[in-house]
């Protein structure tokens, strides 16, 4: 039996990357992480922190680090595996999604561990 996936964020706010930094700024104290899309295509995704550190006038797209590795899964992959893809790709979030592609959460790589975790102390 698959153990599934913990979120830890599960508000995450999905924006076009049009959007401008200083109407977003209010926002992120209500989630970890904003998912940046173009239509229907997530092209990236910003902390917190990121957003406080950028000009107000910027775009999200343009803030968005270039080649940063952006990776979705549906929550019910192997914890282990999820942990190892992250640590592997050096990232610090995957998108959770839905079969349709739809943002569900984020997963932190603290998310991950635990998870892990919970999996082992489970066995």
Do not use: F, W
Request: charged share 35%; hydrophobic share 40%.
């Amino acid at each position: 039996m698959a153990l599934k996936v913990k979120l830890k964020h599960k508000n995450v706010l999905t924006l076009n990357g049009e959007e401008v930094v200083k109407n977003v700024k209010p926002l992120i104290s209500k989630c970890q992480v904003i998912v940046v899309t173009e239509g229907n295509k997530i092209i990236g995704y910003l902390t917190g922190d990121e957003i406080e550190k950028a000009n107000g006038e910027e775009k999200l797209k343009d803030i968005i680090k270039k080649g940063k590795s952006i990776l979705t899964i549906t929550g019910k992959e192997d914890p282990l595996e999820i942990l190892n893809l992250m640590v592997r790709s050096h990232i610090d979030y995957l998108i959770i999604v839905d079969e349709k592609g739809r943002v569900k959460g984020a997963l932190s790589i603290d998310d991950a561990l635990e998870n892990v975790k919970r999996m082992i102390k489970r066995d």
